[in-house]
């Protein structure tokens, strides 16, 4: 079966005459490439002030996951998840 982990890392804005301001750390799974790249826009949005070539990239990965019982249970072990 395969997942999405959406992953976008914690990030601190420095905004000229004001205190920056620091976007969180967030990691999300999602089942289909559509919800995925729904969350990926969603995690962007904050992030749409800075400067394309300074920006932190939102991160999509594609997992397999097992779907037998004990080798579901060993991957959840190993990627603590």
């Known amino acids: 079966m395969k997942l999405y982990r959406i992953e976008r890392k914690n990030h601190v804005i420095n905004v000229a005459a004001e205190e920056g301001y620091e976007i969180t750390a967030v990691v ?3 089942g289909t490439q559509a919800d995925a790249r729904a969350l990926r826009i969603e995690l ?3 992030l ?3 400067k394309p070539a300074k920006r932190p ?4 990965e594609e997992v397999d996951v097992p779907t037998s019982k004990v ?3 060993k991957w959840l072990n190993e990627n603590c998840v």
């Open 28 to 30: 999300g799974w999602r």
């Open 44 to 46: 962007e949005k904050p």
């Open 48 to 50: 749409m002030e800075i």
């Open 57 to 60: 990239k939102v991160i999509v």
């Open 71 to 73: 080798e579901l249970l």
